[in-house]
């Protein structure tokens, strides 16, 4: 599959001053960020703490109020979800969201798509814009589905999956938009330790194989602590500390804040 390679230099996402209100409820305020290629990124926080918020401000199912989102230098607050995909950024949600009627072939499929788009023109007429991108579709889900152990049930339909492959076929789903960036809403949320262990393990993999960034937002804190390089805290729609998982842990304000007790 081919995602453009990175050094691991630089600012891929950036946000700041990002705020975003629903009436007189301040869900996400003054927030900022920055993300590196090639990061693990946890966010972690209380219920309404803005976590929801940044994740769908950053990916262009909700507008901000004030503030900026960058991405590969690009400002990107104000772009459709649709091209956020095309421009690199791709994201999972806390249930999942396939196509349950489709097979999980097609779910792949659907995704890899919006990366190799053709036309109405190059149908009728066969043209080799549309075989290449055939050619490409083809090859990205053939290898997505090997790599989380999914080419055998290639033909299920995704509502009779697992709920843990349900919830691998959505992450290799976004993967098959090709991103730079994978941004992941809870993606051990209902699964048990070896399941959680499985995902931990698959995410690091993605990041090594093919050097995306990624940002998880999980109340999994073993999950969050094994797998992150780096963490912010979220509280009352702010950010109140960010560090290293062994500095969060020791932070007496995230202590009291997010675990309850300082």
Do not use: W
Not at 153 to 177: N, P
Request: glycine share 8%; hydrophobic share 45%.
């Amino acid at each position: 599959m081919s995602i453009a390679a990175s050094d691991g230099t630089g600012t891929l996402l950036e946000t700041r001053g990002l705020t975003k209100a629903f009436r007189s409820l301040v869900a996400l305020k003054n927030h900022e960020i920055i993300v590196r290629p090639r990061e693990i990124v946890g966010v972690i926080g209380p219920n309404g703490s803005g976590k929801s918020t940044f994740f769908n401000v950053v990916t262009g199912f909700q507008r901000p109020n004030a503030g900026s989102v960058t991405f590969a230098g690009e400002p990107i607050e104000r772009m459709a979800a649709a091209d956020i995909v095309r421009l690199g950024i791709a994201r999972t949600f806390q249930g999942t969201r396939l196509l349950k009627a489709l097979t999980v072939e097609e779910n792949v499929r659907a995704a890899a798509q919006l990366r190799h788009p053709s036309g109405m023109f190059d149908a009728l007429l066969g043209t080799p814009r549309l075989h290449a991108a055939a050619r490409a579709t083809d090859a990205i889900t053939d290898e997505l589905l090997d790599l989380v152990g999914l080419t055998a049930r290639a033909g299920t339909r995704a509502s009779e999956l697992a709920y843990g492959d349900q919830r691998r076929l959505e992450l290799i789903r976004a993967l098959a938009t090709r991103p730079r960036l994978l941004m992941l809403d809870e993606p051990a949320a209902g699964m048990d330790s070896t399941e959680t262990r499985g995902i931990l393990d698959l995410i690091r993999l993605i990041r090594d194989r093919y050097g995306v960034a990624i940002i998880v937002v999980e109340h999994d804190m073993d999950l969050i602590m094994n797998l992150c390089e780096r963490i912010q805290v979220l509280a009352y729609g702010e950010r109140i500390f960010e560090g290293t998982p062994a500095e969060v842990q020791a932070n007496p304000q995230v202590r009291e804040v997010y675990l309850g007790h300082a």
